[in-house]
């Protein structure tokens, strides 16, 4: 952000610089040229050549000749960009926000001008107001670096200049959860979740997670996650509930980082509970880790770029990652970053025989970075509504199911509760659920039976509940996280494996 700030003083320091070059050539070239003239007479004669309006029969010094022909362009050009200014800044947006799929942003967040985009209205869909201007628009996004900032800007300065009840506020959560914050015109999404979740339902990766679980015959896959500040964290948990792909499957999570306050809160991750897999969080500094990634298949590096490449180097320079075939996601600005960090031991015929011995950016290394940036944002907010508007459809076909089959009539225990009476815990279930179906349909497309999908949503459903820190119970007590439906699939009671199935 700071470079952004500093690149902009630069802009105006030039545009300043050129303005005043004219007038001050034309003070030196008056006084050379008319020595009766005092200072001031030099300014007000060099004010005049910005219009072209100077004698025609003079003879002219060097300085005053520049300056006659620069002045009059830097006065067309200044004054055009002054009108933008004004038409952009001040009465543009007025118009320009009543469209609506248009977005007011407000925000201070390093990466606001990756999210929205380079282009300025009217050619981009996202207009950045200061801070303190207030614009009537039907969509706003906050995308402040900090969750307090986002609430206070939300219900000090918006809500109270909001009065059509029919305005959307997106916000960007880091700490919060979204579920936890329920209001009638605010959405919340974050930025990194959406991220994660979209890589691991990603058709490429569920194709290439199947393909190494079966190359390991039966060993653990090992995926290793570098960096646990929000982004690792997201990554962790989009992992656990969405990369259940084969019945084969042995995954072995390795984390590194602040994993000790994570740990704590997630008492749920035992390894018990995340049969067949398991994660396994390294208190040691990464660096001292080094040999033990040698044989890892996955590593994500989930921490700031400058400190990714570091350990990217250090895998590559320092141990024999290169020649046990794995694969490096790196968070980083574009891909351009990991061409220079490429490696080929091999001739290039060789290579088409053997690429576990090269390590080529595309083949063994690629960005976990914002894609498609002009219409990232865009997308986060249209993926979000689409989940939520698909999780209210599935829990009404179970609700719907449920009465038909037990022929009650509503009823206000838990399971026959409408959407708009669900708990926020119980409503991201259903949008976990939702984002899980993308992964169902690559498996049955891949031919795996229904049988064992439903034994996987299954699955996905348990360690939902576990990262919550629920436990199993004979009785359900939503309010103390206990629910009898938290144990193997096989040991449900058929009623329960039949939902399984029938939503698969």
């Given at each position: 952000?700071?470079?952004?700030?500093?690149?902009?003083?630069?802009?105006?320091?030039?545009?300043?610089?050129?303005?005043?070059?004219?007038?001050?050539?034309?003070?030196?070239?008056?006084?050379?040229?008319?020595?009766?003239?005092?200072?001031?007479?030099?300014?007000?004669?060099?004010?005049?050549?910005?219009?072209?309006?100077?004698?025609?029969?003079?003879?002219?010094?060097?300085?005053?000749?520049?300056?006659?022909?620069?002045?009059?362009?830097?006065?067309?050009?200044?004054?055009?960009?002054?009108?933008?200014?004004?038409?952009?800044?001040?009465?543009?947006?007025?118009?320009?926000?009543?469209?609506?799929?248009?977005?007011?942003v407000y925000g201070d967040a390093p990466?606001?001008?990756?999210?929205?985009?380079?282009?300025?209205?009217?050619?981009?869909?996202?207009?950045?107001?200061?801070?303190?201007?207030?614009?009537?628009?039907?969509?706003?996004?906050?995308?402040?670096?900090?969750?307090?900032?986002?609430?206070?800007?939300?219900?000090?300065?918006?809500?109270?200049?909001?009065?059509?009840?029919?305005?959307?506020?997106?916000?960007?959560?880091?700490?919060?959860?979204?579920?936890?914050?329920?209001?009638?015109?605010?959405?919340?999404?974050?930025?990194?979740?959406?991220?994660?979740?979209?890589?691991?339902?990603?058709?490429?990766?569920?194709?290439?997670?199947?393909?190494?679980?079966?190359?390991?015959?039966?060993?653990?896959?090992?995926?290793?996650?570098?960096?646990?500040?929000?982004?690792?964290?997201?990554?962790?948990?989009?992992?656990?509930?969405?990369?259940?792909?084969?019945?084969?499957?042995?995954?072995?999570?390795?984390v590194w980082g602040d994993v000790v306050?994570?740990?704590?809160?997630?008492?749920?991750?035992?390894?018990?509970?995340?049969?067949?897999?398991?994660?396994?969080?390294?208190?040691?500094?990464?660096?001292?880790?080094?040999?033990?990634?040698?044989?890892?298949?996955?590593?994500?590096?989930?921490?700031?770029?400058?400190?990714?490449?570091?350990?990217?180097?250090?895998?590559?320079?320092?141990?024999?990652?290169?020649?046990?075939?794995?694969?490096?996601?790196?968070?980083?600005?574009?891909?351009?970053?990991?061409?220079?960090?490429?490696?080929?031991?091999?001739?290039?015929?060789?290579?088409?025989?053997?690429?576990?011995?090269?390590?080529?950016?595309?083949?063994?290394?690629?960005?976990?970075?914002?894609?498609?940036?002009?219409?990232?944002?865009?997308?986060?907010?249209?993926?979000?509504?689409?989940?939520?508007?698909?999780?209210?459809?599935?829990?009404?076909?179970?609700?719907?199911?449920?009465?038909?089959?037990?022929?009650?009539?509503?009823?206000?225990?838990?399971?026959?509760f409408e959407w708009n009476e669900l708990?926020?815990?119980?409503?991201?279930?259903?949008?976990?659920?939702?984002?899980?179906?993308?992964?169902?349909?690559?498996?049955?497309?891949?031919?795996?039976?229904?049988?064992?999908?439903?034994?996987?949503?299954?699955?996905?459903?348990?360690?939902?509940?576990?990262?919550?820190?629920?436990?199993?119970?004979?009785?359900?007590?939503?309010?103390?996280?206990?629910?009898?439906?938290?144990?193997?699939?096989?040991?449900?009671?058929?009623?329960?494996?039949?939902?399984?199935?029938?939503?698969?």
């Amino acid at each position: 952000m700071k470079k952004k700030n500093w690149d902009t003083k630069d802009r105006i320091g030039l545009k300043l610089i050129l303005l005043l070059l004219p007038f001050t050539l034309g003070i030196i070239g008056f006084k050379l040229e008319r020595s009766e003239y005092s200072y001031l007479d030099a300014a007000y004669a060099s004010m005049q050549m910005y219009f072209a309006n100077i004698p025609i029969d003079w003879q002219y010094n060097i300085y005053i000749n520049i300056g006659r022909w620069l002045a009059p362009f830097c006065a067309i050009f200044f004054g055009i960009g002054l009108v933008a200014d004004l038409v952009r800044g001040m009465l543009w947006p007025k118009f320009w926000s009543k469209l609506p799929s248009h977005y007011v942003v407000y925000g201070d967040a390093p990466w606001i001008h990756i999210l929205c985009g380079e282009k300025m209205p009217p050619f981009s869909k996202y207009c950045i107001m200061d801070q303190n201007r207030f614009v009537n628009c039907s969509k706003y996004v906050l995308l402040f670096d900090s969750e307090r900032k986002n609430l206070d800007f939300y219900t000090s300065f918006l809500l109270p200049k909001i009065k059509n009840k029919n305005v959307k506020v997106y916000m960007n959560l880091l700490e919060l959860e979204p579920q936890d914050i329920q209001a009638e015109n605010l959405v919340t999404f974050q930025v990194n979740s959406f991220m994660a979740i979209s890589f691991f339902k990603d058709p490429k990766w569920v194709n290439f997670e199947r393909s190494l679980i079966e190359r390991k015959k039966g060993r653990a896959v090992k995926i290793g996650i570098i960096g646990f500040g929000d982004l690792g964290k997201r990554m962790l948990q989009s992992a656990l509930v969405m990369n259940i792909v084969s019945k084969e499957q042995k995954i072995e999570y390795h984390v590194w980082g602040d994993v000790v306050p994570y740990r704590r809160k997630h008492r749920g991750l035992s390894d018990r509970n995340l049969e067949p897999d398991r994660v396994i969080f390294h208190e040691d500094d990464v660096n001292g880790s080094l040999q033990f990634m040698e044989d890892f298949d996955v590593i994500f590096l989930c921490g700031q770029q400058e400190e990714n490449l570091l350990v990217l180097s250090d895998l590559l320079r320092l141990t024999a990652f290169v020649g046990r075939g794995g694969a490096i996601y790196a968070h980083v600005e574009n891909e351009e970053i990991l061409k220079m960090f490429q490696i080929a031991h091999i001739s290039v015929k060789e290579h088409v025989k053997n690429p576990g011995k090269t390590f080529l950016a595309g083949e063994r290394l690629f960005p976990l970075s914002v894609p498609d940036r002009e219409h990232f944002l865009d997308k986060v907010i249209t993926n979000h509504l689409f989940l939520y508007g698909r999780a209210e459809k599935k829990h009404k076909a179970y609700v719907t199911d449920a009465r038909e089959k037990e022929g009650q009539k509503p009823s206000p225990e838990y399971r026959y509760f409408e959407w708009n009476e669900l708990n926020s815990y119980l409503r991201w279930e259903n949008v976990s659920s939702a984002n899980y179906d993308e992964v169902k349909l690559i498996l049955k497309e891949k031919g795996v039976p229904e049988e064992l999908i439903a034994e996987f949503e299954h699955r996905r459903w348990l360690r939902c509940h576990y990262l919550d820190n629920w436990a199993y119970s004979a009785q359900r007590d939503d309010s103390a996280h206990l629910h009898p439906d938290l144990q193997d699939f096989h040991a449900l009671p058929k009623a329960e494996q039949e939902k399984d199935k029938n939503f698969v």
